[in-house]
């Protein structure tokens, strides 16, 4: 980027409006001879993730070809696509656009919570305040549990009698989801707790607890 020259610009002679962005890579100052797969794959991802973010407003070409996704409810079938070639069946979603600016999408997947995200069109790998807005049905947003008072009473009868305490799980009153174990290790327990999700018919869910992600023990 140190040695520039001059843009080069020509008329347009289309009648629309439209935009062209095209890349070509310095590949010899990088020692390299192609770009990796992986990097091919990354930029193409992006590309999609724009056409989802503009939605109908915009058509978004790739080398040529049309994208597919013409608004944020394709971007999301393109993962929930990806996840039933493993299911039986497509899992369940549920979308809701709130405004013109504002738009999000639940969806039934394996592992722990894992959110995908976007401000102003811009990817937001790492989540943000605007994920952790988000709160579904009763909910549960604190990260640092509760214990059983049950088990806080047995470790106090183990240290009145010179026993050591032991190891408590984590426990939220009138919570209906799942707490379980994922990890044991020197420094402490690793748990993995999980909302509750109804199926109530082909195109809605019914979120009755919020999924935490994870928390470990100390």
């Avoid at 890579?25 to 990088?30: E, I, N, R, S």
């Avoid at 939220?172 to 990890?183: P, Q, V």
Wanted: with cysteine.
């Amino acid at each position: 980027m140190e040695t520039k020259s001059e843009p080069v610009i020509s008329k347009c002679k289309e009648s629309e409006n439209w935009t062209k962005v095209s890349f070509k890579p310095d590949l010899a100052k990088f020692n390299m001879t192609h770009l990796e797969d992986n990097m091919v794959a990354l930029m193409k991802k992006r590309v999609f993730d724009l056409a989802g973010c503009l939605g109908k407003s915009v058509k978004v070409d790739l080398s040529g070809t049309q994208v597919t996704v013409k608004s944020f409810t394709d971007y999301v079938n393109v993962y929930s696509d990806s996840a039933a070639k493993s299911k039986p069946e497509k899992p369940p979603s549920y979308d809701v656009k709130v405004n013109d600016r504002w738009e999000i999408c639940v969806s039934l997947r394996d592992g722990q919570f894992q959110p995908v995200s976007f401000v102003n069109s811009i990817a937001t790998t790492k989540g943000g305040t605007h994920v952790d807005y988000i709160r579904i049905g009763t909910g549960w947003s604190s990260y640092v549990p509760n214990y059983n008072p049950r088990d806080l009473i047995a470790n106090i009868r183990r240290l009145l009698n010179g026993d050591a305490a032991e190891p408590m799980d984590p426990w939220y009153k009138w919570f209906k989801g799942t707490i379980d174990k994922t990890a044991a290790k020197e420094g402490g327990n690793s748990y993995t707790i999980c909302g509750t999700i109804e199926e109530v018919n082909e195109t809605t869910l019914r979120i009755t607890e919020l999924p935490i992600r994870r928390w470990t023990q100390d």
